[in-house]
């Protein structure tokens, strides 16, 4: 899965090109379809992302070729009436398939998890042939069990990286494949935090380092480079059923596509990995809590 909120906005710590252009972005898109890569992740709050890629997919001819997930707006004041925030849920779907150029959202997800509570309201947008399936973007374990153990969702979209263990030991893998639930596992390199180069790290993530480095000294004895780690190491959990990267040039869209060309690590690596990674504080692996780039 092709992460495109760097199609709308400028987004990521590790980010040095900015915004593609539009002309870049049909060149990635092209080249992602060419690699195999068959699902597309947008949202409504991704600035022009949403816009870019109807207009490119329908100039590329590639639209049957992708499947799309987008997210509804949130809601900006839960103090509305359930009438209001039904008509707010309602817009940001038709919205978003006027701009996806769609008649029919294959996947659409509620971007914040406090706000599956209105999960009625996408099921009958659903029934109304709007939606095709239903989930949810989710940040803690216990909301995504909540979710999952609802029997409602279809997908959850949730964040798994080498840094992250909150999933992996609170069993959210084994729920989701009990429940038939896929999972698409967002954030594999953290936001850009695994790639960036040392030295440029800010100082509230420098907790990251350490680890950082024994799993840098893991893939090096492992002889893999860090982003082939990071990489295969998600791809091999149990019950992820897609994996999203975004990238900013065609370059970074080949060499991610190598990547993903390999097989899942070795048993023994992923538990050496899980052994070296303790449970690192919500300012490391929540990146909306991270201080704003200047």
Same mark, same amino acid.
């Given at each position: 899965?092709?992460?495109?909120?760097?199609?709308?906005?400028?987004?990521?710590?590790?980010?040095?090109?900015?915004?593609?252009?539009?002309?870049?972005?049909?060149?990635?898109?092209?080249?992602?379809?060419?690699?195999?890569a068959?699902?597309l992740?947008?949202?409504s709050?991704?600035?022009?992302?949403?816009e870019?890629?109807?207009?490119?997919?329908?100039?590329?001819?590639?639209?049957?070729?992708?499947l799309?997930?987008?997210?509804?707006?949130?809601i900006?004041?839960?103090?509305?009436?359930?009438?209001?925030?039904?008509?707010?849920?309602?817009?940001?779907?038709?919205?978003?398939l006027?701009?996806?150029?769609?008649?029919?959202l294959?996947?659409?997800?509620?971007?914040?998890e406090?706000?599956?509570?209105?999960?009625?309201?996408?099921?009958?947008?659903?029934?109304?042939?709007?939606?095709?399936?239903?989930?949810?973007?989710?940040?803690t374990?216990?909301?995504?069990?909540s979710i999952?153990?609802?029997?409602?969702?279809?997908?959850?979209?949730?964040?798994?990286?080498?840094l992250?263990q909150?999933?992996?030991?609170?069993?959210?893998?084994?729920?989701?494949?009990?429940?038939?639930?896929?999972?698409?596992?967002?954030?594999?390199?953290?936001?850009?935090?695994?790639?960036?180069?040392?030295?440029?790290i800010?100082?509230?993530?420098?907790?990251?380092?350490?680890?950082?480095?024994?799993?840098?000294?893991?893939?090096?004895?492992?002889?893999?480079?860090?982003?082939?780690?990071?990489?295969?190491?998600?791809?091999?959990?149990?019950?992820?059923?897609?994996?999203? #990267?975004?990238?900013?040039?065609?370059?970074q869209?080949?060499?991610?596509? %190598?990547?993903?060309? +390999?097989?899942? @690590?070795? =048993? *023994? #690596?992923?538990?050496?990995?899980?052994?070296?990674?303790?449970?690192?504080? %919500?300012?490391?692996? +929540?990146?909306? @809590?991270? =201080? *704003?780039?200047?």
């Open positions: 899965m092709l992460g495109t909120v760097q199609f709308g906005l400028t987004y990521g710590i590790a980010n040095k090109i900015g915004q593609p252009s539009y002309r870049a972005v049909c060149d990635i898109l092209a080249c992602a379809a060419e690699g195999g068959n699902c992740d947008t949202a709050a991704y600035g022009t992302s949403e870019t890629l109807g207009r490119a997919l329908a100039e590329l001819k590639l639209a049957d070729r992708m799309i997930v987008t997210k509804v707006a949130a900006p004041d839960e103090s509305w009436s359930h009438a209001a925030i039904e008509s707010h849920i309602e817009k940001s779907v038709r919205t978003s006027q701009r996806l150029r769609l008649e029919v294959p996947v659409c997800l509620f971007h914040r406090e706000n599956w509570r209105y999960v009625n309201i996408l099921l009958k947008l659903k029934e109304r042939g709007l939606i095709r399936h239903v989930g949810c973007s989710v940040m374990p216990a909301a995504t069990r999952i153990e609802s029997g409602q969702a279809e997908a959850i979209q949730l964040p798994v990286n080498l992250d909150r999933w992996r030991q609170a069993g959210i893998f084994e729920a989701a494949v009990r429940a038939h639930v896929p999972l698409f596992a967002r954030s594999v390199y953290l936001k850009g935090l695994l790639l960036l180069p040392e030295a440029e800010p100082a509230v993530l420098a907790e990251a380092i350490p680890v950082r480095r024994r799993l840098q000294a893991l893939a090096q004895s492992s002889g893999i480079s860090f982003p082939e780690l990071a990489v295969r190491y998600v791809i091999g959990l149990e019950g992820i059923t897609c994996t999203l #990267v975004g990238v900013d040039s065609v370059e869209m080949r060499e991610n596509l %190598d990547l993903f060309s +390999k097989d899942r @690590l070795p =048993p *023994e #690596v992923t538990r050496e990995i899980n052994g070296i990674v303790p449970i690192l504080p %919500d300012i490391i692996l +929540k990146p909306n @809590l991270w =201080p *704003e780039q200047k």
